[in-house]
C-alpha cells in the first residue's frame, strides 16, 4: 500500500496526534466565527493536546513513579512528582502563551493566479510578558515562522498566500501556534481575519493583440509618441504613475496635478471577449489578461468590452487595474448562459 | 557552496551545545566518582571530543563506529561488574550511554532523548544517597536541565542564558507546590512491585554474620548512624543499653560465624523486672538483623519479624530501605533455664588443634573447682588485673589468635576480649557464645530521639549457668580503665568530656558535638518525616485529617491539584493581559475616556483627542467644557516634552477628576 495514498484512518493510526488536531481544527472551522478586522486570542479559542515529546515525557515520569515504588524511595518519588507537576504546569505555560495575542490584517496587492499573495498581517503583544517560540501561518500549511513577540510591541509580518482561482476571495485561515516553553504540548488556535484577496486571471502566453477589425484599430508602433501631446491637467488620482506628477506647481496648488496628454494620433484599441479565440470563458479571461498587460505596455489606450460590461478605452495603472479587476470578477456562468440565450 | 544538512554534526546552536554539555556534567559528576575509572575516563573523552568536534565542524562518526562503541560499552560493564543488569552496572550503561548520545545529535529528537535521559539519571543517583543536601542538588539539576529543554526548543537561535534559566526556575518554582501536594496524597502503593537487584541501595558498613579480628574495630572509626531510637516512657540505664545484633556462635580458630541451624521452636524466656518500648529508625544494613535490647518480648514482636533460637529480632527479609519498628524488652530475664545435650555439645564444640594454651588455662581453673561462677570470675580477674590494653589498633595475629592475644600481645578491642573469654569458657566446661551489637545510645539534645552510630559497635559474651540461663558477661568492661590507649581516648573519651560540658564552656570540642547535634536532628527529622514518608506514615498522617483510605486521597489529591492550577493559570492569564501603559498621561486619559465611554462616549478608532473633545461637544453640550479642558491637558502633557512635567500632570489629573464630577 501507498503511504501517500494511505485510508484516512489507517492515517490516524498511524499520526494518531496529527489525526486528532486535524479532527478538532475541522470542527472549530465548523463552529468558527465570522471573519473580524481584529482579532485577539480569547482563552475558549485555544485548542492544547501534547506533543510526541510529551507523550515521552509521561511515559518517562510514570516509569520513574513505577522505580520509586519499587524502591520505597522518597527523593525518586519526590522527583517524579515534580517532573510530573512540570508537565502540568508546562501545559498552562503553553496555553497562555497565546492568550491575548492580537492580530489584524493590513492591505494586500493582488496578484495574478497561481502567484503567492502577500498578506500583511500585524501580531501584537500587549501584555507585559515577552511571547516567545510563537508560530504564526496559514491553517492549510505554507512556510512556517517562529517569531518571539516582545512585550508591549506589535510586529508587523507579511505572509505569503498561495492562490488558485481568479477572484476576490476572503482571506484564508490562519493558525497561531506554540510549544514554548518546552515543547511539551503544542497550543494553537485558528482565525479568520477580515480582508479579501483579489486575484486576477492568469495571464495567457505572449500573443499578438488583436488585428482591428471592425471595433478596435490597429496599434501603431510610435504609439508611446501620443503621450507627447500636452493636453492639460487634472487632479491627481491613486494610481497614477508618480512620472506624470507635475511637481513644478505642487508648493502653489497644495495639491498634486497630473499631467495629461493627448493621444491625438495615438492608436486606441478594443480589448473584446469576442475576439479570443480559446474555447472556454477561463481561457478566454487569461488572454484578456495578457492583452491588457501588453497594451499597457505598448502604452496605447484601450478598452475593455465584456459580456454584459464595457469600460471605455484610457491608460495608465489605475486602469489597468480597473481592467484586470473586471476580469478577476467576471461571472463567466452567467455570460456563458448570455452567449446561449443570443 | 552550502553543505547538505544531514552532515552537519550539530542540531543544536553552539551555544545550547556548550549548555547541554556543562548540565550533562553536573548531573553525571556525582556517578563519574563512583563508576569504573575507564569509564568515567570514556565519557570525559567523549565530552572533549565533542567540544573538539563542534569547533572544528568534523563530521558525524560513521554508523559502524557508534555500534562498535556501543557494543564496546556493554563489554566494558561486564566486565567490570560481570554482569549487565542490577542497579550499578545498569547505572553504568545509563551513563556510557548518555556519553555515547552525544556522537549523533544530529535532530532536536536527539537532543530532546538526551535531556529525558538526563532527567532519568537524576532519579538513579537517590538510589545510592537521599541524604539532605540531595534535596538542593535534585532542585538545582532539574532547574538546569528544564532550562537546556527550554533552550532546546526555542526555534531561532540559543536563548540569552539568564532567560533561559529564569525559564526553567520559574517552571520548577511553579511545579513545587504541586510536588508537595502530591508526595503528601499520592496513595503510596508498597513497594517492592518486582525483586529488588541484590545491590540495591548504597553500600554500608554494619555487622555482619562472621566476626575475625578487627572487624568491629574497623567501625569503631566509622561515625555513620546505625539507628535512631525515641524511647516510650522510661529510658534506660547506660548499663543496660545494649543491643543485641548477631549471634555469633561457631568458630574455626579464628573467625566467629552463625552458620543457619535447623528450624526449633523458640527456647523458653522469662521477663522479669521493668520493660521499655521504644520506637527504633533503622538505618539499610542489607541484614536481617534488627536490634533490640537484651531481651526483646516474643508477645510484642514488629510486624514481620521473628525471635530467633538465639533470641535476635530478625526481619523476614533484608532491610534494604530504612526500617521503622517498635519493640519492647526487659532486662531482667532467665532465659533457657535448661540445655538440652544437643545444644550443649554445640555450645562447647572448639576447633581441635588451636589454642592448647588457652586450653590448657581453661582446663585448670575447670579442676580447681568452685563451680560455674568461680569460672567466670576468674576469667574477669585475669582481664582486670594483668596487664591487658584496650586499643583500637590492635597488633595483629597469627594462627592461633586466642593464644597470642592472652599470653602475648594483651592488647585488643571488644572482639578479642569477647572471642577469647568465650573460647576460655568453651575450654573449662561452659556453654557460651559471642554476641555482636551496639552497645550506648547518645542522647540527642536537640530531639527526643538516641543516636547509636557504627562506632557504638560492640561484642560481648553470654555464658550458660546452670540454675540462671543465659548470663551476659562484658569482658571489655572489666579491663581497667587506666589501661585504655589514647588513640581509642581521642575517640571515645574526648567527646565524653564533650557531652559533659554541652552548655558549659565553650571549647572547640563542645562547638564540634553541637553541630553534629543540630545536624543529627536534622537528619533525624529528615530521615522520619521525609524520606520515611511512606504507606505507613502516609497513611497515620492523614487518618488525623479524616483522609485514611486511598480513595478520600485521590478525591483529595485532584481536588487540591486542580485548585492549585487554577490558581497558577489564573495567575498566568492575569499577567497576560494587555498591560497598563506606562506612560503617566495615556494612563489618565485613559482613564478619562472608559469613563465618557461609560456614558456613552466612546472614542473610536483613528480619532485623535482633540477630535473626539469636538465631538463630544457636539453631542453633549454640557461636557463641552471639561472635555476640551481634558484634551488640552492631556495633549500638553503627553506632546510638550519628552516626559510629562510634574505640574502638567498635576493640570491632566485635575481634568480627570473634574469630569467624574
Redesign the interface.
Known amino acids: 500500500m501507498n503511504g501517500a495514498a494511505a485510508h484516512p484512518l489507517l492515517d490516524g493510526l498511524r499520526h494518531p496526534l496529527r489525526a486528532l488536531r486535524l479532527r478538532i481544527e475541522r470542527w472549530g472551522q465548523r463552529h468558527g466565527r465570522s471573519p473580524q478586522a481584529s482579532v485577539t486570542v480569547q482563552r475558549g479559542r485555544i485548542y492544547i493536546l501534547p506533543t510526541r515529546f510529551g507523550l515521552g515525557f509521561a511515559l518517562m515520569t510514570l516509569v520513574m513513579l513505577l522505580a520509586a515504588t519499587n524502591y520505597a524511595n522518597s527523593m525518586a518519588f519526590a522527583l517524579s512528582f515534580l517532573l510530573a507537576a512540570l508537565g502540568l504546569v508546562s501545559m498552562h505555560q503553553t496555553h497562555a502563551n497565546l492568550i491575548g495575542l492580537t492580530l489584524s490584517a493590513g492591505a494586500s496587492e493582488p496578484v495574478f493566479a497561481g502567484d503567492g499573495a502577500r498578506v500583511i498581517v500585524n501580531l501584537g503583544n500587549a501584555s507585559s510578558v515577552i511571547r516567545l517560540s510563537v508560530e504564526l501561518r496559514w491553517a492549510d500549511g505554507g512556510t512556517l515562522a517562529v517569531h518571539d513577540l516582545p512585550p508591549r510591541d506589535t510586529q508587523r509580518y507579511e505572509l505569503v498566500c498561495r492562490t488558485g482561482r481568479r477572484g476576490r476571495h476572503p482571506l484564508p485561515m490562519l493558525r497561531l501556534s506554540t510549544e514554548y516553553p518546552l515543547g511539551l504540548f503544542r497550543a494553537w488556535t485558528t482565525m479568520t481575519l477580515r480582508g479579501a484577496l483579489l486575484v486576477y486571471p492568469q495571464p495567457a502566453a505572449a500573443g499578438p493583440l488583436p488585428s482591428s477589425d471592425g471595433s478596435g484599430q490597429r496599434l501603431a508602433s510610435q504609439a508611446q509618441a501620443g503621450q507627447d501631446d500636452f493636453a492639460g491637467f487634472r487632479d491627481y488620482r491613486p494610481g497614477d504613475s508618480p512620472r506624470l506628477i507635475h511637481w513644478k506647481s505642487l508648493p502653489r496648488t497644495g495639491r498634486p496635478l497630473i499631467k495629461q496628454f493627448e493621444s491625438g494620433s495615438s492608436t486606441e484599441v478594443w480589448l473584446s471577449w469576442q475576439q479570443t479565440a480559446e474555447p472556454d470563458a477561463e481561457a478566454r479571461l487569461s488572454r484578456l489578461a495578457r492583452w491588457v498587460l501588453d497594451a499597457e505596455a505598448a502604452g496605447a489606450r484601450y478598452g475593455l468590452r465584456l459580456p454584459g460590461s464595457v469600460l471605455p478605452p484610457a491608460a495608465g495603472a489605475a486602469h489597468r487595474a480597473a481592467c484586470l479587476e473586471q476580469l478577476a470578477l467576471f461571472d463567466a456562468a452567467a455570460a456563458q448562459g448570455r452567449d446561449r440565450a443570443r | 557552496m552550502k553543505k547538505p544538512a544531514a552532515s552537519r554534526i550539530d542540531a543544536l546552536p553552539q551555544r545550547s551545545l556548550w549548555r547541554l554539555l556543562g548540565v550533562m556534567l553536573l548531573v553525571i559528576a556525582p556517578h563519574l566518582l563512583r563508576l569504573p575509572p575507564w569509564e568515567s575516563a570514556a565519557v570525559l573523552a567523549l565530552g572533549v571530543w565533542r567540544v573538539v568536534a563542534t569547533r572544528r565542524q568534523w563530521p558525524a562518526p560513521h554508523a559502524a563506529i557508534k555500534a562498535g562503541l556501543t557494543i564496546l560499552a556493554f563489554v566494558g560493564v561486564y566486565a567490570s561488574f560481570g554482569r549487565v543488569w542490577g542497579q550499578h552496572p545498569g547505572v553504568a550503561l545509563l551513563v556510557i550511554m548518555l556519553g555515547l548520545k552525544l556522537t549523533e545529535l544530529r535532530a532536536r529528537r536527539d537532543v530532546?532523548v538526551t535531556v529525558?535521559l538526563l532527567?532519568?539519571l537524576?532519579?538513579t543517583?537517590?538510589?545510592f544517597s537521599?541524604e539532605l543536601w540531595?534535596?538542593f542538588y535534585?532542585l538545582a539539576c532539574?532547574i538546569a536541565v528544564?532550562a537546556v529543554?527550554?533552550d532546546?526548543?526555542?526555534?531561532?537561535g540559543a536563548?540569552p542564558a539568564r532567560l533561559a534559566l529564569r525559564?526553567g526556575g520559574r517552571?520548577?518554582a511553579?511545579?513545587?507546590p504541586?510536588?508537595l501536594l502530591?508526595?503528601l496524597l499520592?496513595p503510596?502503593?508498597?513497594?517492592?512491585?518486582?525483586t529488588?537487584p541484590d545491590d540495591?541501595?548504597a553500600a554500608r558498613s554494619g555487622l555482619s554474620e562472621t566476626m575475625s579480628p578487627g572487624d568491629v574495630a574497623r567501625l569503631a572509626s566509622s561515625d555513620e548512624v546505625a539507628f535512631r531510637v525515641r524511647f516510650e516512657g522510661a529510658i534506660p540505664p547506660a548499663a543496660d543499653r545494649y543491643w543485641r545484633g548477631p549471634v555469633l556462635w561457631a568458630f574455626d580458630g579464628r573467625s566467629w560465624s552463625a552458620p543457619p541451624q535447623p528450624f526449633t521452636a523458640n527456647p523458653p524466656l522469662q521477663l522479669e523486672g521493668p520493660g521499655y518500648r521504644y520506637e527504633t529508625t533503622l538505618e539499610p544494613s542489607r541484614t536481617p538483623w534488627l536490634f533490640a535490647l537484651d531481651y526483646a518480648d516474643a508477645s510484642a514482636l514488629p510486624e514481620r519479624t521473628r525471635l530467633s533460637s538465639d533470641y535476635e529480632l530478625m526481619s523476614w527479609k533484608p532491610v534494604n530501605?530504612r526500617l521503622r519498628y517498635v519493640a519492647q524488652s526487659q532486662p531482667r530475664h532467665r532465659a533457657q533455664p535448661d540445655l538440652s545435650d544437643r545444644e550443649r555439645r554445640r555450645l562447647l564444640t572448639l576447633p581441635a588443634g588451636y589454642n592448647a594454651r588457652a586450653r590448657a588455662l581453661a582446663q585448670s581453673w575447670q579442676q580447681a573447682g568452685g563451680g560455674d561462677r568461680a569460672i567466670v570470675d576468674r576469667a574477669l580477674a585475669m582481664f582486670r588485673d594483668e596487664a591487658f590494653f584496650y586499643t583500637l589498633e590492635p597488633p595483629r595475629l597469627g594462627r592461633d589468635s586466642v593464644d597470642e592475644f592472652l599470653f602475648q600481645t594483651r592488647r585488643g578491642f571488644c572482639e578479642h576480649y569477647a572471642s577469647s573469654f568465650v573460647v576460655l569458657m568453651r575450654a573449662a566446661g561452659l556453654p557460651a557464645r559471642v554476641v555482636t551489637g551496639y552497645l550506648g545510645a547518645e542522647k540527642n539534645p536537640f530531639g527526643d530521639h538516641y543516636v547509636v552510630r557504627q562506632s557504638d559497635a560492640h561484642a560481648w559474651a553470654e555464658v550458660w549457668i546452670a540454675g540462671f540461663g543465659w548470663t551476659r558477661i562484658d569482658p571489655t568492661a572489666t579491663v581497667s580503665p587506666a589501661r585504655v590507649e589514647q588513640s581509642l581516648g581521642a575517640l571515645g573519651s574526648g567527646t565524653r568530656q564533650a557531652r559533659e560540658g554541652l552548655f558549659g564552656a565553650l571549647d572547640w570540642q563542645t562547638l564540634r558535638y553541637q553541630a553534629r547535634s543540630v545536624y543529627d536532628w536534622i537528619d533525624a527529622q529528615w530521615n522520619g518525616l521525609?524520606?520515611?514518608?511512606?504507606t505507613d506514615l502516609q497513611r497515620d498522617l492523614l487518618d488525623r485529617i479524616g483522609l485514611g483510605n486511598w480513595r478520600d486521597m485521590l478525591l483529595a489529591l485532584t481536588g487540591t491539584?486542580t485548585a492549585t492550577?487554577l490558581l497558577?493559570?489564573g495567575l498566568?492569564?492575569r499577567?497576560?493581559?494587555?498591560?497598563a501603559p506606562?506612560d503617566a498621561a495615556l494612563r489618565l486619559w485613559r482613564q478619562a475616556t472608559r469613563q465618557l465611554q461609560a456614558q456613552g462616549l466612546p472614542q473610536n478608532r483613528g480619532e485623535g483627542p482633540r477630535d473626539f473633545a469636538d465631538r463630544v461637544a457636539r453631542e453633549r453640550p454640557a461636557l463641552a467644557a471639561p472635555v476640551r479642558a481634558l484634551a488640552r491637558a492631556y495633549l500638553q502633557a503627553r506632546y510638550e516634552a519628552v516626559e510629562p512635567t510634574s505640574e502638567a500632570l498635576r493640570e491632566l489629573r485635575l481634568a480627570v477628576d473634574a469630569l467624574k464630577r
Open positions: 530532546v529525558f532527567y532519568f537524576l532519579l543517583h537517590f538510589l537521599q540531595t534535596l535534585l532539574t528544564t529543554l527550554a532546546t526548543h526555542h526555534a531561532g536563548l525559564i517552571l520548577i511553579q511545579s513545587l504541586l510536588m502530591m508526595f499520592c503510596r502503593i508498597p513497594g517492592p512491585l518486582w529488588l540495591a541501595g530501605e521525609v524520606l520515611g514518608y511512606g491539584i492550577l497558577i493559570g498566568m492569564m499577567k497576560r493581559r494587555p498591560a506606562t
